[in-house]
T-cell receptor, first 116, second 112 residues
Framework: GAVVSQHPSWVICKSGTSVKIECRSL??????MFWYRQFPKQSLMLMAT?????????EQGVEKDKFLINHASLTLSTLTVTSAHPEDSSFYIC????????????FGPGTRLTVT | QKEVEQDPGPLSVPEGAIVSLNCTYS??????FMWYRQYSRKGPELLMY????GNKEDGRFTAQVDKSSKYISLFIRDSQPSDSATYLC????????????FGRGTSLIVHP
């Protein structure tokens, strides 16, 4: 149980284009979803937290107009990187929790984004 | 000082060794302690969590928390090459959002 999927697993896009990443909880209802960014040999950096049907809460320093997050249902959240630039290249990972237990998160497999 | 400190390694051990992975933290309000395993190019997988001082065992894994020293450990007995991964500690404070603060992870290599 507690399976989270992400799509796509990797994507290459040209500078200036937008990319959408999907995160789905497959066998549970995710009341809260999280988006992280991870650089090589670095820890997870929380970008934003979203609750179903509500606007996302962004961490300090994360541009909300660049990283659009939508949590439309209890099983789906999307991250759209708008007008991507090479510095946005990274490993993006989503996670989900249920029942208010935000300390117990189940992670997706991650999406590797490369912007050329 | 970072809230959670973790030596990035790499830590290289022979198969069958006992592995000790550690984190220190600075915030005494931290109450929940977790260990995640992350294979290369994959998302983290929750291994264990505890909210009290002492030991918690699950198969070959033992999580240990010492709140007085603000020190947590993960022990792996009879380590296997399949244990080769990055291990991240994650700690949550009571009150607030209950969102974990992650260490940077320790890379473990178990060689046959």
């Amino acid at each position: 149980g507690a399976v989270v999927s992400q799509h796509p697993s990797w994507v290459i896009c040209k500078s200036g284009t937008s990319v959408k990443i999907e995160c789905r909880s497959l066998d549970f209802q995710a009341t809260t979803m999280f988006w992280y960014r991870q650089f090589p040999k670095q820890s997870l950096m929380l970008m934003a937290t979203s609750n179903e049907g509500s606007k996302a809460t962004y961490e300090q320093g994360v541009e909300k107009d660049k990283f659009l997050i939508n949590h439309a249902s209890l099983t789906l959240s999307t991250l759209t990187v708008t007008s991507a630039h090479p510095e946005d290249s990274s490993f993006y990972i989503c996670s989900a929790s249920t029942g208010g237990r935000t300390y117990e998160q189940y992670f997706g497999p991650g999406t590797r984004l490369t912007v050329t | 000082q970072k809230e959670v400190e973790q030596d990035p390694g790499p830590l290289s051990v022979p198969e069958g060794a006992i592995v000790s992975l550690n984190c220190t933290y600075s915030n005494s309000a931290f109450q929940y302690f977790m260990w995640y395993r992350q294979y290369s190019r994959k998302g983290p997988e929750l291994l264990m969590y505890t909210y009290s001082s002492g030991n918690k065992e699950d198969g070959r894994f033992t999580a240990q928390v010492d709140k007085s020293s603000k020190y947590i450990s993960l022990f792996i007995r009879d380590s296997q090459p399949s244990d080769s991964a990055t291990y991240l500690c994650a700690i949550v404070s009571s009150g607030g959002s209950y969102i974990p603060t992650f260490g940077r992870g320790t890379s473990l290599i178990v060689h046959p």
